[in-house]
């Protein structure tokens, strides 16, 4: 696939690098050569130094033959302009564009052929907030991800020292989980994934990934974890976009919410947008003396959002060790997160992992609807709809062991009307069946996304 990205930032970046491994044929445009200069040498690709949104620029980076646009600029404007230009000059067929301003997305009118042209729009801000979200919601997982409408879940936790599932073998999993409709689907060990079987014995400290009916989820985390009790007393440090979508979001819910933010004036803004019962606290939130004084011991979970990778780590190491239950830190570089995820800071949240997430369902060939990267990368998981017949389609009407999956893929759960269907080897996938894949490998997607393209003859 031809992809043309405008934009060498954060995003980007990500973007390049996570594409670029599938083999697939990326030009960058920025107007910052250094940045070009630095991804050029870190991935096979084309840099090209220039604005995205001109169309002498576009024409150069050969928009005429590109098929996927992708425009992350670090300016909306340019970003609406230039999926406008490749829609309008070079017929690009699909367009995707980062927005982060949210007035955008509640006007569908400016996406359309008669607006910016956007087939699908990005706001990292909105991903990563549901994101967290869902880990407020789970306080003993360090990830969480929903397919198929949020019927099925997909919760990474790490294995307790008195958990039930502690030095058990998986093949044990049904005596331990009774009437729950789960499966685990990995183990990770040390960093590394295990591609575990049935003999491979649980140990303490290990992350296990399972796939579970949502309405089970939490109680299949209890066993992998002491259960916690539920998280409703929640601190935030930082006011920007992330933490007032938060913020609102948690208060309509119920949530006692206190968000810390060190510029007047934005305390100012935020006390008028945010809900009454929402406390705004003028500060810093690495002031020992003012997490004292509003009681940070008492917070069942603290979440460092500032924009400052540094700032996000020394708060919530000091929340952690002044009582804070929980703590949770967005942390831009990966090299950080890798470091601290785990240690004191409880789960280290990549804005370009959740980013990235939200994109690749895009990307992704076949009738793919969700796609989501679990723990670091190491393992990706995609929901796609079974069409056609056993005539048309290389998976409808066959058995789960009759499918030619690569080496380690596991389908995890099948969401089948109003059933969700923890299959084995014997189960018959069905036309119009979400079929929720593992892949342990990106370089395996492009066998995954062809068993569920269908013949041209089911058209």
């Given at each position: ?14 973007v ?13 445009i ?43 600029a ?20 699909r367009?995707?564009?980062r ?20 087939d699908?729009l990005?706001?990292?801000e ?5 994101y ?29 020292r ?7 073998a ?56 002491d ?12 006011g920007g ?8 979001e ?6 006692s919410?206190r968000?810390?933010?060190?510029d007047a ?20 939130a ?21 924009s400052?990778?540094?700032?996000n ?41 959740a ?15 969700a796609?989501?990267r679990l ?23 066959r ?25 084995d080897g ?18 395996q ?15």
């Amino acid at each position: 696939m031809k992809i043309l990205i405008v934009g060498a930032g954060r995003v980007g970046i990500s973007v390049a690098e996570n594409l670029v491994s599938e083999h697939n044929d990326i030009t960058v445009i920025d107007t910052d050569a250094r940045n070009l200069l630095a991804l050029q040498e870190r991935c096979d690709l084309r840099g090209l130094h220039g604005d995205g949104s001109r169309v002498s620029v576009l024409r150069e980076a050969g928009a005429e033959d590109t098929d996927l646009f992708i425009a992350c600029a670090a300016s909306d404007a340019v970003n609406l302009v230039a999926c406008r230009i490749a829609r309008q000059v070079f017929n690009i067929p699909r367009r995707i564009a980062r927005i982060r301003a949210s007035d955008v997305a509640e006007h569908p009118e400016l996406m359309g052929d008669d607006g910016f042209c956007i087939d699908a729009l990005i706001s990292p801000e909105r991903s990563v907030t549901t994101y967290l979200h869902s880990l407020i919601e789970f306080p003993e997982a360090l990830q969480v991800v929903e397919f198929a409408g949020g019927r099925v879940s997909v919760v990474a936790a790490r294995v307790g020292r008195s958990s039930a599932m502690a030095n058990q073998a998986l093949g044990a999993l049904p005596d331990l989980w009774p009437d729950v409709s789960a499966r685990i689907v990995d183990v990770v060990r040390d960093g590394r994934p295990l591609q575990a079987g049935d003999g491979t014995v649980i140990q303490p400290g290990d992350e296990v990934i399972f796939v579970a009916d949502t309405r089970h989820a939490r109680r299949a985390v209890r066993q992998l974890r002491d259960a916690e009790k539920t998280a409703r007393r929640i601190m935030i440090a930082g006011g920007g976009n992330i933490g007032l979508r938060l913020a609102t979001e948690l208060a309509q819910e119920n949530y006692s919410v206190r968000i810390i933010e060190h510029d007047a004036a934005r305390c100012r803004y935020l006390a008028e947008k945010l809900p009454s019962n929402v406390l705004v606290l003028h500060g810093n939130a690495t002031d020992e003396g003012l997490l004292e004084r509003e009681n940070i011991e008492d917070m069942d979970t603290w979440l460092a959002l500032t924009s400052d990778d540094e700032d996000n780590i020394m708060s919530s190491l000091l929340a952690k060790r002044l009582g804070a239950r929980r703590v949770i830190a967005l942390i831009n570089r990966q090299a950080y997160g890798e470091l601290m995820q785990g240690s004191h800071i409880d789960v280290a949240v990549s804005p370009s992992h959740a980013t990235m997430s939200e994109l690749l369902r895009h990307v992704r060939r076949g009738d793919v609807v969700a796609v989501h990267r679990l723990r670091q990368g190491l393992v990706e998981a995609l929901e796609a709809v079974a069409h056609g017949d056993r005539r048309t389609s290389r998976v409808v009407g066959r058995r789960v062991n009759e499918l030619r999956l690569p080496k380690g893929a596991i389908i995890g759960a099948l969401a089948r009307a109003d059933e969700i269907i923890i299959p084995d080897g014997e189960t018959v996938i069905e036309q119009d069946d979400h079929v929720i894949v593992f892949v342990p490998s990106r370089n395996q997607m492009a066998r995954v996304e062809k068993l569920f393209q269908v013949s041209a003859s089911f058209f």
